[in-house]
């Protein structure tokens, strides 16, 4: 009887967790879908929206979207730089190291070559480390950030990326 009670209770539990998870080929599929449609998506998850900044003339749009949050944090965090001009950049910040260890896994599965690593940027304190991941097509910068069990992955096109690069605008 008592396993009857507990099971309503892990799978509430499992499914709140796989809501916050996002993998590498959701993130791709996120990265060429349009605002709309990636709020529907991460609508259907349990993801609510906090932001959305325009673009301007010198400055891609930000669209936020957090997964449970509560004051000022998340337990995970998506990102959609946007704009007219450019293609789209998505950014995937979480705790814990399940997902990104899937996601890093992904990564090599995909034979993507490793561009460039440090462990500064310039203008961004809480990065620890990083590592710029690249195949034809896409640059995947995988994030360690200074607090502890939190990581981080930005999409790029290839072309993007080399841009965002020249410009310093990674």
């Not at 605002?35 to 301007?56: N, R, Y």
């Not at 007219?84 to 896994?105: H, M, T």
Request: aromatic letters at 12%; charged letters at 25%; one cysteine or more.
């Amino acid at each position: 009887m008592k396993q009857l009670v507990l099971f309503p209770l892990v799978v509430l539990l499992s499914l709140t967790c796989a809501g916050q998870s996002l993998n590498l080929e959701q993130l791709l599929k996120l990265q060429g879908m349009g605002k709309q449609e990636i709020s529907a998506f991460l609508h259907d998850k349990g993801w609510v929206p906090k932001s959305d900044v325009g673009p301007t003339e010198g400055k891609m749009g930000k669209a936020v979207w957090a997964y449970n949050p509560e004051d000022e944090g998340a337990d995970a965090w998506c990102i959609l730089y946007y704009s007219e001009v450019s293609p789209n950049r998505i950014l995937y910040n979480a705790q814990g190291g399940s997902a990104f260890d899937k996601i890093r896994k992904n990564v090599k599965q995909r034979d993507m070559a490793v561009l460039e690593a440090g462990e500064q940027v310039e203008g961004l304190d809480f990065v620890d480390a990083y590592t710029d991941y690249a195949d034809e097509q896409i640059v995947a910068r995988l994030y360690d950030y200074k607090q502890i069990n939190y990581y981080g992955i930005k999409i790029f096109k290839k072309e993007d990326y080399l841009q965002a690069k020249k410009s310093a605008k990674l």
